[in-house]
Every structure is written in C-alpha cells, then in structure tokens.
C-alpha cells in the first residue's frame, strides 16, 4: 500500500547515479503508526465508477493527502483512455466510493509527473 503523505522524493545524477536532491518534509510531517487499510467499499464496487471510456490497467490501495491536511483511503486505478491513449490515476474513496481526485500522467526523460 502506498502511503502518498509519507512520500520521500530523491533525486538521481544520470551522468554517475549521485545523490542530487532529497526532498522528506511529507515523511517527517506526516509520517505516523498507522491501523492499516480498512474499506466500507469493495475494489470491484469501487471500480464500477470508473468511467467506461477508460480501461483499468492496475490497482492498489493507498492514502492520499487532501486539502485540508487529512488523509483519505483510496483504491487508486492506473487508467487509459480508450480515445487518446491517455493515461490517468483515479483516486475512489474506499469508505464512500465517491472518486476523490484525478491525475493525468505526463511522460518524459525526467520522469513522471502528474497534472
């Protein structure tokens, strides 16, 4: 399970593989014992509000930040579209099933990052 408030972000030299950024603040702040994942919601319920123009690619449990500095279990769905190719993460509240957020994926040489 991926906890995204915990994340810890390191960045890598591509000439000699070195160290060049490390980015903790989210783990230090946030980093906590947790009671683990528990769901009112069941994956296979939660993916039916996945919009049928996407096809689900992969899946897992996860927490994710909100707004106002809470945390929210979530079933994440990698996703692409059936008309572009896109591809998206969506985020389903595994106690309501009420999706919580959307990320298109961008990809390039530096990485992937999400709008």
Known sequence: MTYYTDLIKVGVSLND????SL????????H???NGF???????DAQKNISPYLTVLDSKKCVIPKDDGTEVQ?????????????ETLIYVN???????DTMILL????????K
Not at 17 to 20: A, F, K, Q, R, T
Not at 107 to 114: E, M, V
Request: hydrophobic share 20%; glycine share 10%.
């Open 94 to 100: 595994a106690e309501t099933g009420v999706e919580e």
């Open 38 to 44: 528990s769901s009112d919601i069941k994956k296979s």
């Open 17 to 20: 593989g070195s160290v060049v």
């Open 32 to 34: 906590t014992n947790r």
């Open 107 to 114: 990809y390039s040489d530096g990485g992937t990052l999400t």
């Open 23 to 30: 980015e903790a603040e989210g783990y230090l702040m946030n």
């Open 74 to 86: 979530c079933y994440e769905f990698h996703c692409e579209s059936n008309e572009t190719n896109e």
